[in-house]
């Protein structure tokens, strides 16, 4: 076993690091696991089976020495400062050109600080976004590399042969220079707090208002699949609401507490949007959404003081028909708005994204694959420098033929007290942004007449400043 000599590392052996390091052996690549935790190596071990193929060790020594040159070590740790724990200890071991992979959700400013100071020190390093939960990490995964071109092309071989296909095309590309990888990954997750959010208001709505049952809301979910709404989240809530309970009676998902968790991903694609002056607002009240959900309390206390809990209910078909039409809509405008601060960011931090690639990358293995990715994809390969989603003919009509019931839908759940503040938020971001004239000139004199901040003109050049007293 000593001569043996292993293709590829990999740095943690939780459930993504094992499953991610299982899939790379499964496609004829040795691979070699290293963790701190004994009996993570050793679980890793025993159900790789064969150790010519996968291996690991506790000894960071032994586990550095066993990987071919030039060594490419993938991390999948939690971000922050595990990750530079990490570096800091494989160092010493490295040689020059050897290669590091960032595979978690760090935030992309920490790549470009790694990524400097190890070209100092002659190792290659890039962050990849990884998306598909752990079984996405074990059958395949969408991985969204940027960093060094020469570095990637070194690993891309593993890449390639791990990811999920669509089509027979590999859910892998090359981001482009940077930290263009982990920032794509981050907007990936943003749009996935966008429409987790969605699906989860929509529920609520057909519940509430339609006073479908469980194996109803199952029923709707599994149908909307088959349609323009087919999705990775619609298809797992469709089998969410049918699961019984394992502890006790009924289905499960009425015993499941209303608090959301969340990571910082989405907080950190709603802060750095507004860095950049883009507009995501379904994101940011996704993201804000999971706060008001963490005040239980208040809300109970709230509820009690404000809510009379009489609601109209409606025809079922025909809201679950409208239903259908506004949750597409509210698609495409996540979508949008996410695929709007990629090319932003592109042109801030000089990634050269191609938006194109980033759709198709994502038509399968990650959490947010959905049929309309393809038609993304085939909109940013005819028009490369496209803005926004919006301005697309092939996306006019699917808004002009959804965003009625969007409106039938936001007024319904106004009167009735259903909070939907991500179809409410998509379509003012809507009507905003088709607006040619916005009040905001009364904002610019707001600002011109207490702070002096001046304004311009329709009617002239210039910038001009008033003595409103």
């Known amino acids: 076993m000593e001569n043996i000599t292993y293709d590829f590392g990999l740095v943690g052996l939780g459930v993504m690091g094992r499953n991610f390091i299982l899939n790379v052996a499964d496609q004829n690549f040795k691979a070699f696991g290293y963790d701190l935790d004994p009996e993570k190596v050793s679980e890793l071990i025993e159900e790789g089976g064969d150790q010519s193929r996968v291996n690991a060790s506790s ?37 020059k050109n050897d290669i590091i992979i960032d595979g978690g959700n760090s935030f992309f400013t920490d790549t470009d600080r790694r990524e400097a100071y190890l070209q100092s020190k002659g190792i290659y390093f ?35 042969a791990v990811a999920a296909k669509f089509k027979n095309e590999p859910c892998v590309a090359y981001m482009g220079p940077k930290s263009a990888g982990n920032y794509v990954k981050m907007v990936h997750n943003g749009i996935e707090y966008g429409l987790m959010q969605l699906t989860s208001e929509f529920y609520s709505l057909l519940q509430k208002g339609g006073g479908l049952t469980n194996n109803e809301l199952h029923q709707v979910y599994k149908t909307w699949n088959e349609g323009d709404l087919q999705s990775f989240l619609v298809e797992i809530s469709a089998k969410i609401f049918e699961k019984k309970d394992p502890l006790g009676e009924g289905e499960l998902i009425d015993k499941i507490l209303d608090k959301a968790k969340q990571k910082g991903t989405g907080k950190w694609t709603s802060q750095n949007a507004m860095d950049i002056g883009i507009p995501i607002p379904t994101i940011d009240i996704a993201v804000s959404m999971r706060e008001i959900s963490a005040l239980k309390n208040e809300r109970i206390l709230a509820a009690k003081k404000y809510k009379d809990g009489s609601i109209d209910i409606s025809p079922k078909q025909q809201l679950i028909a409208k239903a259908e039409n506004a949750l597409f809509f509210s698609f495409i405008i996540t979508y949008a708005q996410g695929m709007h601060q990629l090319k932003a960011a592109s042109d801030e931090y000089g990634y050269e994204l191609s938006l194109a690639s980033i759709a198709k ?34 996306f006019e009509s699917k808004v002009k033929e ?53 304004y311009e003109r329709t009617d002239r050049e210039g910038v001009f400043h008033t003595e409103w007293n």
């Open 402 to 454: 959804s965003v009625g019931a969007a409106r039938e839908i936001v007024i319904y759940a106004a009167e009735n007290a259903i909070p939907m503040p991500g179809l409410f938020n998509s379509l003012s971001y809507f009507d905003a942004f088709t607006s040619e004239k916005l009040p905001l000139n009364l904002i610019q004199a707001q600002r011109d007449y207490f702070g002096s901040h001046t």
């Open 126 to 160: 890039f962050g990849a976004g990884v998306s598909g939960g752990a079984k996405g990490a074990r059958y395949g995964p969408s991985i969204m590399p940027g960093g060094s071109r020469s570095a990637y092309k070194e690993v891309q071989p593993i890449f390639e």
């Open 361 to 394: 990358i994502w038509r399968a293995g990650c959490i947010i694959r959905a049929a309309l990715l393809e038609d993304i994809a085939e909109t940013f390969e005819k028009d490369k420098d496209l803005n926004n989603l919006l301005l697309s003919p092939a």
């Open 59 to 95: 000894d960071i020594s032994s586990f550095v020495e066993a990987l071919s040159l030039p060594r490419k070590i993938m991390l999948l740790v939690p971000a922050g400062k595990i990750v530079d724990a990490v570096i800091e200890n494989l160092l010493p071991h490295l040689s």
